[in-house]
């Protein structure tokens, strides 16, 4: 079992995060609403954390399901952005809608980093999350996606890895 994070926790991220929690992943949250995130705990366990960073440390896999680009952007690179305390190899798994541009930016970033960074948007809506039923299309390394795919599995029902950075939002 893998030690991961999950930063978001609206109606999307909620169940994905619980998922995870309940195939046995020890996970980490972050909202930007602490109720939240102590209320996840409440139900899945795990850990809530203050920052963004502060989840993503000793994590091997970091999710995200926030509202735009500028929420990604906020959560990985702002201040106390999980990009700060990642550890070299992991893999940080966005499964924002947002820009192909923001997710190549953030591909980049990681990549200077030696960390890994896919670009895995959803498509399913709260009932498929809920259920676990996400269709989820990916972008980046496929050696990261590979990586990550068992992982994201824990909440999809198909995850295909359609090309280089910002394909998965393309």
Not at 36 to 52: C, D, I, L, N
Not at 75 to 103: K, L, R
Not at 121 to 131: D, I, L
């Amino acid at each position: 079992m893998a030690k991961a994070a999950f930063l978001g926790l609206g109606v999307m991220g909620y169940p994905m995060a619980g998922h995870l929690a309940a195939a046995g992943h020890e996970v980490s949250v972050f909202n930007r609403t602490a109720e939240k995130a102590e209320s996840w705990v409440a139900q899945h366990g795990g850990r809530h954390a203050a920052t963004p960073a502060e989840a993503a440390k000793d994590a091997e896999f970091v999710f995200a399901c926030v509202g735009d680009d500028a929420d990604i952007k906020a959560v990985t690179v702002g201040p106390d952005g999980a990009f700060s305390s990642m550890a070299e190899d992991a893999v940080f798994v966005d499964n924002t809608t947002a820009s192909a541009d923001i997710a190549r930016e953030l591909y980049q970033a990681a990549s200077s980093q030696n960390m890994h960074f896919i670009d895995a948007p959803v498509s399913g809506g709260q009932a498929g999350a809920e259920n676990g039923k996400l269709t989820v299309m990916c972008g980046g390394d496929a050696a990261a996606f590979a990586r990550a795919e068992p992982l994201m599995a824990c909440y999809s029902a198909k995850v295909t890895h359609m090309g280089d950075a910002g394909a998965g939002q393309l």
